[in-house]
């Protein structure tokens, strides 16, 4: 497994789309957002399971926060309900706040532990929460890459 | 560069675009023709205003009706009730009618404007990949994916279908409206009365509408209730305290027998019980009608003339001509 640590600066200039992987919903526990852990193959060569399934399980209790019925989602239900939902104009939700937090997280994961290994991580909220998008990209060109005057155009156009 | 799956590399680019703010292209050129925003070329039966931020479907259905009924009677209400209920009982009754109206109307448009929790449709790399997994067998012929999927929700079988319009399989409690076109999570129902479908987002606007609105309608049938009574207690009230007091209009009018203010103690006719004069009033025994309406007129030879001499018994028997002229002989012998 001759894993090419690039950063992703590196990985925009010579690296082409080989294949997406789709993690699917898990509807196991009913209609909440939960993404299923399971490994799959493509990826069997590209990043260890362990890595891939703390990624997963980490979204999962993030979104799972966000949907989680308590306290202080009922005082914010409250609220706007006797403010016939005009508050919603002015105050950010609970649930768009950890949005934010996911994206946050992604992001960070994608640097450290995803684009090295030559994957992507899409955001779901761009996949209408459908399904967690990794991206494949096969190293063309490979280490001469790291020069910026490196020709993009020459075999990495799909 | 001008590949567009370049897009996703950039993770400042997909870490920070909320789908709401324009980016960029990441290949670092800006393109030089306005970007456009994702609700021009939604896929879905909707219409959208205020670039974006207001959505509808484009069934919008009798939406202007509702909203010129609340309109119309609640300005009826607010124009001639209350000021009437203003002066008679207290100023509150416009205030709490104002917020109620307030709140089904700001209730209402939240209904219409919000996306009710419509699903974006699959990217067609996402419809392969499903295509892919469902048709295993590496058949070269293609097979459309089979239309439903079981899973098991808290140990019950439920069964997803596939959406061939949406490309996907649909997560659970989520239906495809056939006006808008789309995919709604928790689908509870297109509503044409505030034109959208209700779904998992605008549910409790929909709730919160329908329960102001009944609110509304009942306080404002309450307050007409009100001022008519208020208005007919006049009519309605007054007379029930003649009939009580065994007096007519007319001499309460003219004062006949009160002395003073509120008694009745000079009237001869009342029995001094409030039930018994009532019970006289509206339950005593109905006398006759005295006009005789439909009866016939003597024939012209024999008038029937009565001076002012003469007694005439008020009921004779009056079809009979002999006692016509037995009266008419009385008559003279009594002028002779």
């Known amino acids: 497994m001759a894993t090419e640590f690039h950063n992703l600066q590196e990985l925009r200039h010579s690296a082409s789309l080989a294949t997406k992987v789709f993690i699917q919903r898990d509807y196991s526990d009913g209609t909440i957002c939960k993404f299923q852990t399971k490994f799959p193959a493509e990826l069997d060569s590209r990043i260890e399971r362990s890595l891939f399934e703390e990624t997963v399980k980490t979204l999962n209790c993030y979104y799972a926060e966000a949907e989680k019925i308590g306290g202080q989602s009922y005082l914010e239900g409250c609220l706007a309900c006797a403010t016939a939902y005009i508050i919603f104009l002015c105050m950010e939700t609970r649930y768009e706040k950890i949005l934010k937090k996911i994206s946050m997280f992604i992001q960070e994961q994608n640097e450290k532990i995803y684009a090295p290994r030559g994957l992507l991580l899409t955001d779901p909220i761009e996949r209408g929460m459908r399904v967690i998008e990794i991206s494949i990209f096969e190293d063309s060109g490979s280490t001469s890459s790291s020069s910026s005057g490196s020709s993009p155009s020459s075999s990495t156009a799909q | ?336």
């Open chain 2, 1 to 336: 560069m001008k590949n567009c799956e370049y897009q996703q590399i950039d993770p400042r680019a997909l870490g920070t675009s909320n789908t709401r703010t324009p980016t960029t292209l990441p290949c670092g050129r800006k393109n030089s023709q306005r970007l456009r925003r994702k609700w021009e070329v939604f896929p879905g039966n909707n219409r959208f205003y205020c670039d974006g931020r207001i959505m509808l479907a484009s069934q919008c259905g009798v939406l202007p009706v509702t909203i010129g009924l609340i309109f119309i009677t609640s300005g009826l209400f607010f124009t001639f009730d209350c000021p009437f209920l203003v002066d008679h009982l207290t100023v509150f009754i416009p205030v709490i009618g104002g917020v109620l109206f307030v709140f089904v109307v700001v209730t209402l448009l939240q209904t219409s404007f919000t996306d009710p929790g419509i699903l974006p449709r699959a990217l067609p790399d996402e419809a392969v990949d499903i295509e892919r997994q469902i048709d295993n067998s590496g058949s070269s012929t293609y097979r459309p994916p089979p239309r439903t999927k079981e899973i098991l929700i808290n140990d019950q079988v439920v069964k997803l279908k596939y959406c061939f319009t949406c490309k996907m399989f649909r997560p659970p409690r989520t239906s495809h409206c056939s006006l808008c076109d789309n995919c709604v999570e928790r689908f509870d129902h297109h509503c044409p009365w505030v034109g959208n479908c209700v779904g998992k987002r605008n549910y409790r606007f929909f709730y919160a509408f329908i329960v102001s609105l009944s609110f509304l309608t009942s306080f404002i049938f309450g307050c007409v209730i009100t001022h008519l009574t208020l208005r007919s207690q006049i009519v309605n009230g007054f007379h029930t305290y003649l009939v009580a007091s065994n007096l007519t209009t007319n001499e309460d009018i003219k004062g006949s027998w009160s002395s003073k203010r509120g008694e009745e103690s000079g009237n001869p006719y009342t029995h001094n019980s409030i039930f018994t004069n009532c019970c006289v009033v509206l339950c005593g025994p109905l006398p006759p009608s005295l006009i005789d309406r439909r009866g016939f007129l003597p024939p012209d030879d024999a008038p029937q003339a009565v001076t002012s001499d003469t007694e005439l018994p008020p009921f004779i028997a009056k079809n009979d001509t002999n006692m016509e002229e037995n009266c008419q002989e009385f008559a003279n012998s009594c002028t002779a």
